[in-house]
């Protein structure tokens, strides 16, 4: 009897060792991967499809089918200005509301997201405007993973979680990248790199991914090779590079995020400016019907043959171009993979004119190619590991970490020093910036000075747990005032510019002064789940 009390005590210590709370989230998360897959890869494969149609028109063009396209672009752009007027936050990419939700600054109806924007981006995206699946892909496996998280009975952090894991799910199904789809929510998206939240997104791209490979096949999604590894005596052309990709990044963000306002000259209702596109891309696909799209086919042919210097300048131009008018009019449809195509051409056009000029070897152009991709997309998106990781896995190989880390590298810095901010969180900002002016009631200006030695001496904006009607407008830094964002690092003798309630004033100022003298860093970060 002694001998049997003590083992049942043994096992009863066993089972309280025993911790399955991980182990609750991996099955959760491979649950939101697997449906996630099977939405994404069906919104793959319709677009694609779709895509494919179009092309084949616009290379055997007659007066009659070009008659039928022209009425069937009015009508697309009918049906999916419906969508948008009824749900406005299927609108872009989907991206900054997934940051916005995750952050606690938004939130949807999950149902109403999944289904209008999986028939609007098929709609936007497969007819040739060029847009990206993966932002559609990365909210639509948010809202996945929302309606498990409500049908799980789960709130709060947990909820959170399972939105994020969703998200990851999504671009891991777009591009077969895992890896980069868990990174790039955790560095660009929810900014937490908790252990239950990368583990139970990892479990979700990786379902997700499984899923996208039985439809799609284990080729990747931009499978280029290249027959040598770049000597370190040519890296001087990754910082040249880098130099050019970091300026053409920053205009990238400066013409993007001006594009609503020349939309609204138009005095089109926003919901139905996505005809101006729809109606652009038809004579975009009678001259150049193979670049039409998000990019990815365009940068696969770079593989076969690379154009030549002339006609790669009019690819950039056009790509350009009619990138901000597909994205600039709020239709459905991400900037992702956009991004990765002009940087594919940017290299393109750069490893030519070397090649040219006699100051790089031509059996090199295609590497500078596939660093490019992933130089634009970091310093567009702030986000160089995602962009590193996405490109390697998206090309299938993992021997260019080292001179494509120093391209991104250069390229966010250059970027960085000219002030841009992360792309999604810029757009995110112009969502969520007037509904918090309208939270205050009546407007007043706080100026607080920072002193060395304070808590939010070296904190990134984004790091700060700024209280509720409250706004952070400017930094007054010297004789400079900067906008900040959340990238902006908090610097000793700068004079933080806020907008408050005059009521609130008071409180606000005492508040803040509070958190900045008592907080760690783990509770100055807003993000923390």
């Not at 991996?26 to 939101?32: A, D, E, H, K, P």
């Not at 809202?143 to 909820?159: F, N, P, S, W």
């Not at 993979?337 to 290299?347: N, Q, T, Y």
């Amino acid at each position: 009897m002694k001998t049997t009390s003590i083992m049942g005590a043994n096992m009863e210590a066993v089972r309280a060792k025993i911790d399955t709370t991980r182990l609750k989230f991996v099955l959760q998360g491979l649950v939101v991967g697997l449906l996630t897959g099977a939405v994404i890869s069906t919104f793959r494969f319709a677009i694609e499809r779709v895509l494919v149609f179009m092309q084949a028109i616009y290379r055997h063009p007659t007066p009659i089918k070009l008659g039928l396209v022209l009425v069937g672009m009015i009508a697309l752009s009918l049906i999916v200005a419906a969508l948008l007027k009824s749900e406005p936050n299927i609108s872009g990419s989907g991206i900054p509301q997934i940051e916005g939700q995750l952050a606690g600054e938004m939130d949807f109806h999950w149902w109403s997201i999944l289904w209008k924007k999986f028939v609007a981006g098929i709609l936007s995206i497969g007819p040739g405007l060029f847009l990206g699946r993966e932002g559609p892909s990365i909210q639509l496996g948010g809202a996945v993973g929302q309606g498990v998280a409500e049908g799980l009975k789960k709130h709060g952090a947990d909820r959170r979680i399972l939105i994020a894991s969703g998200s990851a799910a999504g671009l891991a199904a777009a591009f077969n990248a895992p890896i980069a789809g868990t990174l790039f929510v955790l560095e660009e998206v929810y900014h937490n790199f908790s252990p239950l939240v990368w583990i139970t997104a990892l479990a979700s791209a990786l379902g997700a991914d499984f899923v996208s490979l039985n439809v799609f096949g284990e080729v990747p999604v931009l499978h280029l090779v290249y027959t040598r590894s770049m000597p370190v005596n040519l890296y001087w052309h990754l910082i040249v590079l880098g130099i050019v990709l970091g300026l053409l990044g920053y205009l990238y963000q400066r013409v993007l995020l001006a594009m609503p306002g020349w939309y609204a000259k138009t005095h089109i209702p926003r919901y139905f400016q996505g005809i101006v596109p729809f109606i652009l891309v038809i004579p975009m696909g009678l001259f150049m019907p193979s670049i039409l799209g998000g990019g990815n086919g365009m940068i696969v042919g770079f593989g076969l043959v690379v154009p030549s210097l002339t006609v790669l300048l009019v690819i950039f131009a056009a790509r350009f171009i009619y990138s901000m008018i597909s994205y600039g009019s709020g239709l459905p449809g991400g900037i992702f993979l956009p991004i990765l195509s002009l940087g594919a051409v940017i290299g393109a056009i750069y490893a030519v004119f070397m090649v040219q000029i006699g100051l790089l070897p031509k059996v090199y152009v295609m590497n500078l190619i596939i660093f490019s991709m992933a130089g634009y997309f970091a310093g567009i998106g702030k986000a160089p590991f995602t962009a590193i990781l996405l490109i390697t896995e998206m090309v299938g190989n993992l021997t260019h970490l080292m001179p494509m880390a120093v391209l991104a590298l250069v390229a966010y810095i250059v970027v960085d020093v000219l002030g841009g901010a992360p792309i999604y969180e810029s757009l995110l900002r112009r969502m969520t910036v007037p509904k918090q002016i309208e939270s205050i009631h009546r407007m007043d200006r706080l100026e607080l000075p920072v002193f060395a030695g304070s808590k939010l001496e070296g904190l990134q904006v984004r790091d700060f747990s700024w209280p509720k009607q409250t706004l952070l407008i400017g930094l007054n830094r010297g004789e400079n005032q900067i906008i900040p964002h959340g990238d902006t690092v908090i610097r000793a003798g700068d004079t933080l510019v806020l907008l408050t309630d005059a009521s609130q004033r008071a409180k606000i100022r005492a508040k803040i002064q509070h958190l900045a003298a008592h907080m760690t860093k783990s509770e100055g970060v807003h993000h923390a789940h």
